[in-house]
């Protein structure tokens, strides 16, 4: 080392094609040398469990990089301890071995044994999988030993995905697919996440405004005559028009997508003796509230985690809301609205035979009920079996009831009798939008402002609208990772699991 410190002195003035020399000597120093620190450069290749720690049948640690095969020649032995040394592995063959200490070759334990050649693995690099028995002492044991080889280094939370996007092996909304598959406490959640969230519609968004704007370049480049057919610029404006429309309708969905993700906050109101409690108790499945004929049992919130059609849901019960002279009910009542303003949506159940009128075709709304209505309110008119409803006269409360929440979503009212179970199980339906992430919102909001100006400019600006076009599709591809994708990366994979 001191060799090497006097013949920098001597060269530090010498050509620029001198210090390059000097770099690639000290480099290759480094890798001779077993007392240079690597570099994190060179500790490309990254390791971590991949597998929930505890105790458990099996664990499962994940080496991702051109390391990866060393790590099976260091620490990867035939389970017969007589043949020691096993061969260059079979891709994808799971193999029983023995896994031993890198440096004094102890016995870690015996295990099983995978590697993925390049690019065809999850991360599109080398990648080997040891399994292990999942026990905390075994599972340090591994992971100490895999430290000391000297170009391996643990990985960041979601690195092994991040590795698998930078490869081309999952775009961005399959990244975020698969955290939400790896989150999802539902059925709905599950089924949500295994579709991509939309991959295939956002796909198709985006060729279309690419389509347009191929249109467009090809009449500025060529201008109207024997290649280009008339009428282009037109019906550029018409695709994109229809294309607008679409996107707005994605956005119009009450931000279904990412209350799902998250979880819905959903309160239950309505007068008293209305069926609330009983709703409450329907969809627990069990007598979590007290149900009585007597107006004001419930005095308080009541709040319960329930898996509602495959949704999340955290449901709470509030008091019949009515003017009272009870302290106690009182609070009940003002706690209750309190839940109802802070819900992301609400549920108000109403008792048929006290809102129809004589004629069965008009309704009337409590007033202590009425202010609490918004355009996230969803109505359940109960009791229906003690009443004779004309179907024709539903329809007309059902848009009644839209309109009084400034809504033309006219299926946002159920008919059931919680009682008899009659109609209870409608309100539970529903489907999968492709808005899943506040992320994926704010690109088609950008997509469709640009539109908007593309749609507003003149046939004689042609070279602006072009650019609005580009920069449309440039939005929309933002959402699944094909443009622009760096600046979003951190947000995404900060929520990973170290192993995923």
């Keep these: 080392m001191l060799r090497v410190a006097r013949w920098i002195a001597n060269t530090a003035d010498h050509s620029h094609g001198s210090r390059i020399y000097l770099t690639k000597n000290l480099t290759c120093k480094r890798h001779l040398s077993t007392n240079l620190t690597a570099t994190e450069a060179q500790r490309s290749t990254i390791y971590a469990l991949s597998t929930p720690p505890g105790k458990g049948g099996v664990a499962i640690v994940r080496v991702s990089g051109p390391d990866a095969l060393l790590v099976w020649d260091k620490m990867v032995r035939s389970h017969d301890p007589k043949r020691g040394m096993m061969k260059t592995p079979t891709p994808w063959k799971m193999q029983r071995c023995r896994i031993i200490h890198p440096e004094n070759e102890s016995l870690i334990d015996d295990g099983l044994a995978i590697y993925f050649r390049a690019p065809f693995s999850y991360t599109t690099k080398p990648t080997l999988e040891l399994h292990i028995h999942s026990g905390r002492a075994l599972i340090a044991a591994l992971l100490s030993s895999l430290s000391l080889l000297p170009n391996l280094r643990p990985a960041e939370p979601g690195e092994f995905t991040r590795q698998a996007l930078l490869g081309g092996r999952l775009d961005l909304t399959q990244v975020e697919g698969l955290h939400d598959l790896i989150e999802a406490d539902t059925e709905v959640q599950r089924i949500w996440a295994l579709g991509g969230a939309g991959v295939s519609e956002y796909d198709s968004l985006r060729t279309q405004i690419i389509h347009c704007l191929a249109q467009l370049e090809a009449l500025i480049d060529f201008g109207e005559g024997e290649d280009i057919e008339e009428g282009v610029y037109e019906l550029a404006r018409a695709e994109a028009s229809s294309l607008l429309n679409q996107i707005r309708t994605h956005l119009a969905d009450n931000r279904r997508g990412e209350v799902v993700s998250s979880g819905i906050k959903m309160a239950i109101f309505g007068p008293p003796n209305a069926g609330k409690s009983s709703l409450f108790n329907y969809l627990a499945n069990r007598e979590a509230s007290i149900v009585t004929s007597i107006p004001g049992t419930t005095r308080d ?65 409590p007033p202590s009920v009425r202010p609490l209505i918004t355009k996230n309110t969803y109505f359940l008119l109960n009791k229906c079996d003690l009443v004779s409803p004309d179907p024709n006269a539903m329809r007309s409360l059902k848009q009644s009831l839209a309109e009084l929440c400034d809504s033309q979503m006219v299926d946002r009212t159920w008919i059931a009798s919680i009682t008899t179970g009659a109609g209870a199980h409608a309100f539970r339906n529903v489907h999968a939008p492709i808005i899943t992430r506040t992320r994926h919102r704010t690109h088609l909001e950008s997509a469709c402002r640009f539109l908007e100006a593309f749609l507003a400019l003149p046939p004689e600006d042609i070279v602006f609208a072009v650019e609005e076009l580009r920069y449309a599709a440039q939005a929309v591809g933002r959402v699944t990772g094909d443009i622009g994708v760096e600046d979003v990366l951190d947000s995404v994979f900060r929520d990973f699991c170290i192993g995923k």
Excluded: F
């Design 301 to 365: 919130v009541l709040q319960l985690t329930l898996d509602i059609g495959g949704l999340p849901v955290v449901v709470a019960d509030t008091a019949g809301l009515r003017e009272t002279d009870d302290v106690v009910e009182g609070i009940g009542v003002k706690r209750g609205i309190e839940a109802i303003k802070d819900a992301d949506i609400s549920l108000c159940v109403l008792p048929l035979p006290e809102i129809l009128d004589a004629s069965g075709r008009e309704i009337t709304i």
